[in-house]
């Protein structure tokens, strides 16, 4: 599985969007709270296109060159939708904590490619640095550099986990496709028909495992959690 706020594979294919609720979102009322995803992916893609042309790119190793762009993506949508920084704004201490933390805490992905993630973005922002795309890029790859092992061991912590990976490491653990909408919304039903049984046969006792309508609450402006690739408002919220 890999799953990050653009993408959702199994194996090789692509499938449909999941992204996991933040723990801290920007004001929705911000002016450019609509557009300036798309202007950053548009932005960070066309730097990409470049990057995927230099000796930078072609000495990392297949996998690496894979999933690329997927793992540049993702840190690009972290950066934004967790901290607010547009890829201009990108500073160290920000890659520290979204690469150490809020990446591994938040997505679901095998370990190979969270240990692709210090390489690939260590790469791209010398490309960045050589090509003075962006001001502090060579601080940034030089803080990337490894960092490897601490991203991996802080995605198979279940303590570093938020609370949607851990509902949704649940979820995959009961062998639900985590892709497929309607399986969730069906697991939900069941999930909630039994405690709700369990609770009719022993009042006054929590269940232990709580109902699924319980899950972390989903933004307004994050994607929604149904898999359509849309913001929540625009989707399932309405």
Request: hydrophobic letters at 40%.
């Given at each position: 599985w890999r799953v990050s706020p653009g993408f959702v594979r199994k194996g090789s294919q692509?499938?449909?969007?999941?992204?996991?609720?933040?723990?801290?979102?920007?004001?929705?009322?911000?002016?450019?709270?609509e557009d300036q995803p798309t202007e950053n992916r548009k932005l960070v893609l066309s730097w990409f296109a470049e990057f995927e042309k230099t000796r930078l790119f072609q000495n990392l190793s297949q996998f690496e060159r894979r999933e690329g762009k997927s793992i540049v993506t993702a840190f690009t949508e972290f950066m934004y939708n967790f901290g607010g920084?547009?890829?201009?704004?990108?500073?160290?201490?920000?890659?520290?904590?979204?690469?150490?933390?809020?990446?591994?805490?938040?997505?679901?992905?095998?370990?190979?490619?969270?240990?692709?993630?210090?390489?690939?973005?260590?790469?791209?922002?010398?490309?960045?640095?050589?090509?003075?795309?962006?001001?502090?890029?060579s601080q940034l790859a030089e803080r990337v550099q490894g960092l490897g092992a601490k991203i991996v061991n802080a995605a198979k912590d279940p303590s570093n986990w938020g609370t949607g990976k851990s509902f949704m490491m649940r979820v995959q653990d009961d062998g639900v496709d985590t892709?497929?909408?309607?399986?969730?919304?069906?697991?939900?039903?069941?999930?909630?028909r039994m405690v709700a049984e369990h609770l009719a046969l022993s009042p006054g006792r929590e269940p232990q495992q709580p109902a699924l309508r319980n899950a972390p609450k989903v933004g307004r402006n994050d994607f929604c959690p149904c898999g359509s690739g849309k913001k929540y408002k625009k989707c399932c919220l309405s």
């Open positions: 692509p499938a449909r969007t999941l992204t996991l609720a933040p723990s801290t979102e920007l004001e929705e009322g911000s002016e450019d709270s920084y547009v890829p201009a704004q990108w500073t160290p201490s920000a890659l520290y904590s979204i690469c150490t933390e809020t990446m591994p805490g938040k997505m679901i992905a095998d370990d190979d490619y969270f240990v692709a993630i210090a390489p690939v973005l260590s790469a791209f922002l010398k490309f960045l640095a050589q090509n003075k795309y962006q001001n502090q890029a892709t497929d909408a309607d399986a969730l919304r069906r697991y939900t039903a069941e999930r909630n």
